[in-house]
């Protein structure tokens, strides 16, 4: 039985021919048939480019019809498949013809995915992937002088060399901030970017092509989210590939949320007489978009069907190659993920050659490396990793010319005792012991142990605590920004920026499911307004905003609202003082001076709030954003005007800076400070960004903390002047708000980016990955684009129609009820209330009420 | 069961929630205009925060069921059956509504009376 059985192929790419070469060498009787969509049989993908060294299409071959005839395998190429018949187990293909099986292997491979950029169906705009493609590529280029290469992954680069080999004028646009982003890290990236460069190949990283024009000097013109552009004759996208899995589609096999057709470890889908093999196979959630994993599949398949017992159990995706010229390797754990391991860099700007090796904690086993200008210790730390070899006692001797210096240590993460929620006093050991107890993803952790269900504030350092628990017990975590989206914030608004995307719903349309929920929208306001500076109550917006962004305005416990204006620096004139007191009386409203310097006035009701906001307005103040997402306060001490000490105008600066900032929209609050001498009364070092007057300038510390989780910032830079200082803070925090996750303060965010302190330095101050001017070009947009909301708001002709508490009744809420406290107003508590109600008191804020009303009729 | 008109369709803020005062109760009205149900209506009062707040939360869908989330403590109530999602003993009153030539209509009584602290 077994050796008659008719085994068909569909799909004769590298992974589909050696399938049959396996197939045949343990079954010499199967009858094998392969059906193949492109006329030439497989052939070397690897080194497609090599064509334009001057190999042939024959040079690449790995086969040949006679080759196939001797082996006995029947074969019919340019057949492409259009229906699986899986009850009569038949194959129908475009032409008609009829192939029966017992078993079927789909091996489709993948094919490149193309940018929903305007304009990318134009002729001369191509993608690399087969012979026929790079026929198409030769064609153009010989009436081309320049050529883009739309991606700077592994296959862009390729590519790029492709059309370099081809006399172009070559260019690459990436649109991560490095090249390489799966398989390097950014140090890494840099260096390969400019060795790059220096063969000729110009790259641009941080670029999303928003559309392609007609050029004026060039063919095409690609207009950049930017706003600056590039022009070019030809372009070629390279932007990833996705699994071909059309024909899991109409065999309606299970596939992948995201694509991939779904096979156990036998390579089986959902229909156990058909396996697929290389890309176009989904395995535990993975795909493998290279060969060496896709081989092992085609051997796991042929000893499935010979009655083998081997299994597919994963891949390592450890890479080498030479790409332009250049060698770079990726090993394992290259991005150092897994906690609490340790780095240890080697650099050589004379030689240009960059290594790092990643190890465990105890520093006796190699988890990764990064190999960029030499790899020739690749293979030795490849084993090591493999087969968890204990390392040398110094294992920089791995990668230095000659040992010595120390490593550098990773930040270690927080001890056991560490409490993560207080208001539940949660510890990390509590979420440690849920995720032993069974628990395996976030939300049953929240629902185990109550931690972040209380105010909530814990919610991100949670997030990061689980994260790298189930990280570390091999568990594959995702930064999904909730169940509506599969995507992290920052992968959604590369897709906004990308994709011109102006509303919530187009997103969730074209990348999301469901209707959203209290994170994503959130979230997804913020993106928006801070990529388009949309007024963010646009009717488009409304829905998205918490009730803080909806209303301008805090809520508070008993769902009044506080009302805060901006002081900028903490500097008031007294008559500005006078108003705030009358307006806080005329509207029996609490008063207290906050931490940043300002007043909060507490007990507005919904309906008083465009009152209040008029009469502040009129006065001069404009809002303080302490509802947004966005800049709270600079604060400042008196500094050299006043003070003996103090040895620059700290008022003066911090008012500058906070008119700089205010509004703009970031993943999460963010406090500045400056002080106007070393004694630092302002408090600096706890902030955002903390600024300390020196004799010579300005010292810039970045990225501390108060609050649950004190972090002092880090010393950035010395003694600026202060335009360079102002460009400094630009570009951080623009950087910030392009790179962080959302609810993310800066703290958390530097302690999560690769490479750290350092790496931020190089960004922000040597322009390692050349998206400084971009930087302060979309912060100076913003902060001319900057309206006071509650103006807007107050001028809007519904105001007082989107604030009243009832659409169909002038009356208030009767549940919103106050007493008197220490001659202020506080809200009353469940039994005050009860009280009051049966005594029917009406407290003296009733009074005001009906005279607001007036006001407001 | 008598309807009370609340006014017309332009009172609703598309995918957001309103107040209205109906019979003496606070109802928070949710207009999802691609829903066919298009209008939803529960109680606005919030009784884990105990504050009438509801109308003024995000609303949205978990697992399949459209939801509001209380801008107070972020517990979700069902638009559809008023279960909080993180509280099961917790269902609050929902009104039947309906949009009529242009005007919006909420039941003077909830669909199902319940106990509610």
Partial sequence: MQTSQKILIIGNGMVGHHFVEQMRQSDANADITVLCGEANLAYDRVYLSSVFDGKTAADLALTTHDNYKTLNINVHTSQWVEGIDRTAKVVTTLTGEQYPYDKLILATGSFPFVPPIKGNDQPHCLVYRTLEDLEQIKASAAVSKSGVVIGGGLLGLEAANAIKQLGLDTHVVEFAPQLMAVQLDGQGGTLLKNKIEKLGVTVHTSKATSEIVKGETSRFRLNFSDETFLETDLILFSAGIRPYDQLGKIADLELGERGGIIINNQCQTSDPDILAIGECALWDKKLFGLVAPGYN????????????????????????????????????????????????????????????????????????????????????????????????????????????????????????????????????????????????????????????????????????????????????????????????????????????????????????????????????????????????????????????????????????????????????????????????????????????????????????????????????????????KSLRTVKSCVGSTWCRYGVQDSVGHAIEIENRYKGLRAPHKFKMAVSGCTRECAEAQSKDIGIIATENGWNLYVCGNGGMRPRHADLFATDLDTPTLIKYIDRVIMFYIKTADKLQRTSVWMENLEGGLDYLKSVVIDDSLGICDELEAQMELITQTYACEWKKAIESPDAAKRFRQFVNSPETDDNILFVQERNQIRPATEAEKREQRNTQNRIPVMEVEEEQADVLA | MSWHNIGTIDNLVANSGVCALVNNQQVAIFYIPQNPTAVFAISNYDPIGKANVLSRGIIGSIDNKLVVASPLYKQHFCLETGECLEAEAIHLPVFNAKIEDGSVFISSEPKVTTTVA
């Fill in chain 1, 297 to 628: 599949m085609a051997r796991v398949a042929a000893s499935q069907l010979s009655g083998g017992e081997l299994e597919f159990l994963g891949a390592d995706m450890s890479t080498k190659l030479k790409l332009l010229g250049v060698e770079v390797g990726s090993i394992g754990d290259a991005h150092a993920k897994t906690p609490d391991c340790k780095e240890l860099i080697y650099q050589d700007a004379i030689r240009g050659c960059y290594k790092k090796i990643i190890l465990s904690e105890k520093g006796d086993k190699l988890l990764g490396a990064v190999l960029v200008g030499d790899t020739s210790d690749y293979d030795t730390l490849l084993q090591y990793m493999l087969n968890d070899m204990d390392l040398p006692e110094n294992p920089e001797c791995l990668i230095l010319p000659d040992s010595g210096g120390a490593p550098s240590l990773s930040g270690s993460a927080l001890p056991d005792t560490a409490t993560i929620c207080s208001c539940h006093n949660v510890s990390k050991g509590d979420i440690v012991g849920a995720i032993d107890g069974g628990s395996c993803d976030l939300a049953s952790v929240k629902s185990c142990t109550k931690a972040a269900s209380g105010c909530g504030g814990c919610a991100a350092l949670l997030k990061s605590v689980v994260d790298n628990e189930l990280a570390s017990r091999g568990v594959e975590v995702n930064n999904h920004v909730c169940e509506h989206f599969a995507y992290s914030r920052q992968e959604l608004l590369h897709m906004v920026k990308v994709e011109s995307i102006k509303s919530f719903d187009d997103l969730l349309t074209k990348h999301g499911s469901g209707h959203g929920c209290e994170i994503c929208k959130p979230a997804i306001g913020s993106i928006l307004a801070s990529t388009w500076n949309d007024f963010i109550l646009e009717p488009a917006h409304v829905g998205l905003q918490d009730t803080n962004d909806t209303y301008l305005a805090n809520m508070q416990k008993d769902g009044s609202y506080s009302v805060v204006p901006r002081i900028a620096g903490g500097e008031i004139t007294p008559d500005k003082l006078i108003v705030i007191g009358q307006v806080a009386k005329d509207f029996n409203l609490y008063c207290k001076v906050t931490g940043g310097q300002r007043i909060d006035l507490f007990g507005a009701r919904l309906e008083e709030l465009p009152v209040i906001w008029e009469r502040l307005i009129e006065a001069g103040f404009e809002t303080g954003h302490a509802y947004g």
